[in-house]
C-alpha cells in the first residue's frame, strides 16, 4: 500500500472461445527508466492443460507473499498471515519495489522534511522489522540478521531474517524504483515496456551497497526463481485484475488510484507478474517429467476495500490495525536505525481514522482456496482444488476414513485458486474453473476463460476440458470475470454463474444432452463476487449475492424459465461478505451472513409474501442465532429449522452450529480462507479446509 498518485493500468486481456483437449554505488541509484532497443519476446514452455502429470505431495508449510510496497501485507492480507504464522508457519515476504515514493517520510503535526528516498524506504523497512518482531512476540527492536542474497540472473536483494522459538519470518527487499525519469511509476511501465530497464534503490544502512537493475524477464526469472528456492505451499499475492471503477478524476487521485480502477497500479503489475511467475515455475518444474510444484495461492484485493461494505468486526479489526502501529513508528523513538523508525503517516491511530478505510476490510479477488467436495458412489468422499495452478482430485482411501489418497492430476492450468463443482443427476461430477488462458507483459495477450470439465461415468474418468469462452466482449472487460458457480436444476440442466466486469451477473446452461448454450447477461445491481446459488422446493434457481446497500437475488419464474434479476432483499441489514442461502421444505430460503463490520449472525428469511410477513418485500429478518459471533462468510447445510452452520470466532478458528449445540476446531492446523462445508448422504456434516501445506483436512464432529 502505498498513497500515491497513479497511472493506468497495465495490460489487457481479451475472451477467448477454445476446446483445450487437443492442447497438449553507495546511497541512492540515479532513478532512470532507460530504454534499449526491443529485445526477442522469450517464449517459456507453455502451461500445459492436459491431465496426469505427477505431483509434489510431501514438504513443510510454508508462505511465501508477494508484495508491491512495504505495508501491503500488514493492510491487506492480515488477519490470514498473523493467524498462519501465529500457528508455526514459516513466512517469506518479498516486496518488489523500495517504497520510496517521492522520499518524504511524513510526521504528522510537523513540517515536511526534505525528500530523501534512500531514507524513506529504510524507514520502511524498519517499520516492517518493529512489525514483524511484535507478531513474534519479541522486543519490538529485536535485533534481525540482515545479508544479501543471490538472486536468479546474477541480480542480487536485501535479506533480513528473524527466528524465535522455532518460528521464522524472511524479508526480502527487491526494491526496485517506484518511479522512472518519464514520469511513469516503474513496476507498471516494466510490465508494459519491453525495452525498459528498471533501475532499484539502495535503502540507506543497507548491506547492498550498489544499485542494479531489471528487465521484464529478468523480475520474472527472479520471482520463479525464489519460488524455486524456498518451494512455498502457499502464495500470497495483489489483485492481478482489479474492478473496473467509475470515479471522477478528483476522487480517483485523492484515493490514490489507477485510472478506471479500483486499485494502485503498483499493486496490479506486482500481482501479473506473480500469477507469471508463478506460470513459469510450474511449467519449468514440469518440462521434463519433473512434479507439479503443490502450492496454493490466494490474491488480495487492495483499493477495492475502499468501495464495499466493510466486513472486519471491532475485535478483529482492532488486532489487525494494532500491528500497523509498530510499522508506523514514531520520529523519537530509538530503533537504531538513523535513516528512521517507521512509516511515520502510518503509526497510531490513524489507519483507523483514514477515510479510506482500506484496514477495515480482507477481501479476496477469488474465493478460495478451497476444495470442493463431493461424493463418490462406494461412500467415499472425494474433494477437488486447485494445486499447482492446476485442478487435483483427492479421494478418501476409505469410506469415512477421514484419510486421503494420492492427489490426481486433472490438468486444465492455469486455474484461478477454487473449482465451481456440481453432481449430474446420474451422479457424475462437473467442474468449472476460471483460467488464465494468456497472461504476457510488454503488449502480449492477457485473456481469461471460464473451462469446464465433465466426468465420463460416476465415480471415473473424465473427459477432455472444454473452453465456454467469456461473457465479456472488449479485451479489458474480459479479465474482470469472477470464479463460476454452478447449480443442477431438478430438470437436469446445469446453471453456470459467473460475476462479470459491470459487477452484475452472466450465466451459461448445459443443457441435459450435454451442450452448453450462449452466454447471457441476467440484468440485475452490483454485487461482491462470493455467489450462492441454489434450487428451492419448487424447483426454481435461485442466486444471492452481496451488494453495497442489499442483498441481491436472481432466480426463474417457474422451473425451466430464465433466471433474471428480482427485487433486492431491503430492509435487512448489508452484509460485509456473500451470503449463504439454504432452501426450506416450504418454498422460502434462508439466508445467513454478517454484516457489515458486525460479528453476530444475521438470519434473513425470504420468499414469503408481503400478507406474511407485514411488509412490502419479501426479506424478513429473524432473530438471530446466538453464539455464533466471529467474522468472513458462513456456510450452511441441512434445514432453515435445523441448519448446520459454518464460520470462524474472531481468532480465526472454525467453528460448527448444529442443532445440539456449538462445537469450535482447535486441534487441527490453521484452516485457509474457504473452509467448506459438506453433508453426506446420511446427513451428517463434513468440515474440509486447506491448512498452510497446501493439504485438506477434514473434521467429521
Known amino acids: 500500500m502505498t498513497d500515491r498518485s497513479a497511472l493506468r493500468e497495465p495490460g489487457s486481456g481479451t475472451a477467448r472461445r477454445t476446446v483445450l483437449a487437443a492442447a497438449g554505488a553507495t546511497g541512492l541509484a540515479a532513478l532512470t527508466g532507460c530504454t534499449a532497443p526491443s529485445p526477442p519476446r522469450r517464449r517459456d514452455p507453455a502451461a500445459d492443460p492436459m491431465p496426469g502429470l505427477p505431483i509434489s505431495t510431501s514438504h513443510p508449510a510454508l508462505m511465501l507473499q508477494v508484495l508491491a510496497h512495504p505495508d501491503d501485507d500488514l493492510y491487506f492480507m492480515n488477519p490470514d498471515t498473523q493467524q498462519a504464522l501465529d500457528g508455526g508457519t514459516p513466512l517469506v515476504c518479498v516486496y518488489l519495489t523500495g517504497g520510496e515514493a517521492t522520499g518524504v517520510n511524513r510526521i504528522p503535526g510537523r513540517p515536511l522534511p526534505a525528500p530523501d528516498k534512500a531514507a524513506y524506504s529504510s524507514a520502511r523497512h524498519q517499520g ?144 501479473l507478474f506473480t500469477w507469471a511467475s508463478l506460470i513459469r515455475w510450474v511449467a519449468r518444474s514440469t518440462q521434463d517429467g519433473g512434479r507439479v510444484p503443490s502450492f ?87 474433494g477437488y482444488e486447485v494445486l499447482g495452478l492446476r485442478a487435483v482430485r483427492r479421494r478418501e482411501t476409505v469410506p469415512g476414513s477421514g484419510v486421503w489418497g494420492t492427489p490426481d492430476d486433472l490438468g486444465g492450468g492455469p486455474l484461478a485458486p477454487v473449482l465451481g463443482g456440481t453432481t449430474l443427476p446420474d451422479g457424475r461430477h462437473v467442474l468449472a474453473g476460471l483460467r488464465f488462458s494468456a497472461l504476457e507483459g510488454h503488449g502480449g495477450d492477457n485473456e481469461r476463460e471460464i473451462v469446464v470439465l465433465e466426468q465420463r461415468y ?51 446452461v448445459r443443457e441435459t444432452d450435454g451442450r452448453w448454450g450462449d452466454w447471457r447477461d441476467t440484468g440485475g445491481g452490483e454485487v461482491q463476487d462470493g455467489l450462492s446459488a441454489v434450487v428451492d422446493a419448487e424447483g426454481r434457481v435461485h442466486v444471492f449475492a452481496a451488494g453495497r446497500f442489499a442483498v441481491h437475488h436472481w432466480t426463474q419464474d417457474e422451473p425451466g424459465k430464465e433466471v433474471t434479476a428480482r427485487t433486492q432483499v431491503t430492509g435487512v441489514p448489508v452484509p460485509g ?125
Open 128 to 271: 516492517l522489522r518493529q512489525a514483524y518482531a511484535t507478531l513474534l512476540g519479541v522486543p519490538m527492536f529485536a535485533e534481525w540478521h540482515r545479508s544479501v542474497m543471490e538472486l536468479e540472473g546474477g541480480h542480487r536483494a536485501e535479506l533480513n531474517t528473524l527466528r524465535h522459538q522455532g518460528r521464522k519470518v524472511d524479508l526480502v527487499f527487491v526494491n526496485t524504483a517506484m518511479h522512472t525519469t518519464y514520469g511513469r511509476l516503474g513496476l507498471p511501465s516494466l510490465w508494459q515496456d519491453r525495452r525498459l530497464v528498471l533501475p532499484t534503490v539502495v535503502a540507506e544502512g543497507s548491506p547492498l551497497r550498489k544499485a542494479g537493475s531489471y528487465t521484464y524477464d529478468g523480475l520474472i526469472d527472479v520471482l520463479a526463481g525464489l519460488f524455486a528456492h524456498y518451494r512455498p505451499s502457499i502464495v500470497h499475492t495483489m489483485d492481478p485484475d482489479p474492478d473496473i471503477q467509475h470515479s471522477s478524476e478528483a476522487v480517483r487521485i485523492s484515493d490514490s488510484e489507477q485510472p478506471g480502477y479500483s486499485d494502485h497500479p503498483d499493486h496490479t503489475a506486482t500481482a
Open 458 to 508: 460416476p465415480g471415473g474418468a473424465f473427459r477432455a476440458w472444454t473452453g465456454l469462452g467469456n461473457p465479456e466482449r472488449t479485451h479489458d472487460h474480459g479479465r474482470r470475470l469472477g470464479v463460476p458457480v454452478l447449480v443442477t436444476a431438478p430438470d437436469g440442466r446445469v446453471h453456470l454463474f459467473v460475476r462479470n466486469a459491470e459487477k452484475g451477473l452472466s450465466t451459461r
Open 577 to 701: 461478505d456473500g451470503p449463504a442461502a439454504l432452501p426450506g421444505p416450504d418454498g422460502s430460503i434462508e439466508l445467513y451472513y454478517r454484516a457489515a463490520a458486525k460479528a453476530a449472525l444475521t438470519t434473513v428469511r425470504t420468499g414469503e409474501t408481503a400478507e406474511e410477513t407485514g411488509i412490502d418485500g419479501y426479506g424478513r429478518r429473524v432473530p438471530d442465532r446466538a453464539g455464533f459471533d466471529g467474522y468472513g462468510p458462513v456456510a450452511a447445510a441441512g434445514t432453515p429449522g435445523a441448519p448446520v452452520l459454518l464460520g470462524r470466532t474472531d481468532s480465526g478458528l472454525l467453528q460448527l452450529r448444529t442443532p445440539t449445540g456449538l462445537l469450535v476446531q482447535r486441534d487441527r492446523p490453521v484452516a485457509l480462507d474457504g473452509p467448506v462445508l459438506h453433508l453426506t448422504p446420511a446427513g451428517r456434516p463434513v468440515v474440509a479446509a486447506l491448512g498452510p501445506d497446501a493439504v485438506p483436512w477434514l473434521w467429521r464432529p
Open 296 to 382: 496454493a495461492v490466494t490474491s488480495f484485493r487492495g483499493y477495492y476495500n475502499r468501495h464495499w461494505p466493510k466486513n472486519l468486526p471491532p475485535a478483529v479489526l482492532a488486532e489487525k490495525a494494532s500491528h500497523l502501529v509498530p510499522y508506523g513508528g514514531e520520529a523519537d523513538w530509538r530503533c537504531g536505525n538513523p535513516a528512521g523508525c517507521g512509516d511515520y503517516n502510518v503509526g497510531g491511530g490513524r489507519p483507523l481514522t483514514n477515510r479510506k478505510g482500506w484496514v477495515r476490510s480482507t477481501h479476496y479477488r477469488y474465493p478460495g482456496p478451497r476444495p470442493t467436495l463431493a461424493t463418490e458412489p462406494d461412500g467415499r468422499l472425494v
